[in-house]
């Protein structure tokens, strides 16, 4: 049989492959170019022994280097490919301000580093109440905690509306007044109603229906932070308008059972993470005069029962809306 023409053939009078001779200088060039980069992106010369850049070649290539010609080619060869310097400087990293994030975008004058740190100030304080509410609801003083979380609530409203007043807003704030928002409605909140049912109901229901509320709380704000923002309608009940309604619950103390009541606040966890639509305050607010009208004289009468009645109409809007919606589409 021919033998195949891609196989090699030997001689007798050496013992390596006839193909060599012109395979040689291709190996000599591969592995000249693999050394020069070994040299090239080595470590430092400090930092192996014998402080030469041939140092840092591996040990395994030491006898292929010797039998292909590479010890021919001598330092000012390599260089002349590729210049090696004696030592290799560390990477130039950039500096601390060149890499920093503004926290305040725009101009940085004194008149905006003022009004921001005024809103800031503003997210501050619902927090630092938020935390007072959770001292005074351990001590026993449930009423005097839940008036400071309605202090929370008009804080929180407030530095909303100051930074887009005075031009200051910011992906900082944002990220501020959520993480205030979690700590006086998503924890506060709860807290405050733990410690006013206790009691009434058992430990464990009070504790479950509670630990339900900041759960719901922590996923509402992570949804809201992450989700295209409605001009109209929020998805879900939002965490301060729960708060609000936890807070007013105990400081007018709602006459109503127990077990009635942690039902209610079970409900309203689950509220905050529907995907009901609630009509903004913004909207309300532009309702008939003589829609308001009913609830404030309902309040002069009985402030509880029209408290009540308010928030189980505003609870019932969600659903009906979104029934509204599926039917018009």
Known sequence: MPRAPWRRRRTTDSPRPAGRRWAGPLRRSSTFARQVLLVRVGRRDGDLPGGTETALVEPRYADRRRRYGFDRFGRAEIEAVMPVSPAVAPVAEPDDAARSIPLLPGERTATRRAKFALVNACTLSSLTLGMLAIFLAMQGEVRV???????????????????????????????????????????????????????????????????????????????????????????????????????????????????????????????????????????LVKLPPWLWLAPVVGALVDIRLTFALVVVGYLVSGPVLWLRQRRAA
Do not use: H
Not at 179 to 184: N, V
Not at 204 to 227: D, E, G, Q, T, W
Not at 241 to 269: E, K, Q, R, Y
């Open 145 to 283: 905690a839940a008036l400071c979380l309605i202090a929370c609530v008009a804080f929180d409203g407030l530095d909303g509306a100051l930074a887009r007043k005075l031009g200051v807003a910011s992906p900082f704030g944002a990220q501020m007044d959520s993480l205030a928002d979690m700590c006086s409605f998503g924890l506060a909140a709860p807290v405050v109603v733990y410690a006013s049912l206790a009691g009434s109901v058992s430990t464990a229901a009070a504790a479950v229906a509670c630990a339900l509320v900041a759960a719901c709380a922590a996923i509402r704000l992570a949804r809201f932070n992450v989700s295209p923002k409605d001009g109209r309608f929020f998805c879900g009940v939002p965490t301060t308008m729960a708060a609000a309604v936890l807070a007013l619950t105990v400081a007018i103390g709602l006459p109503v059972p127990g077990p009635v009541l942690l039902a209610g606040v079970a409900l309203l966890a689950f509220a905050m993470v529907s995907s009901f639509p609630y009509a903004k305050l913004a909207r």
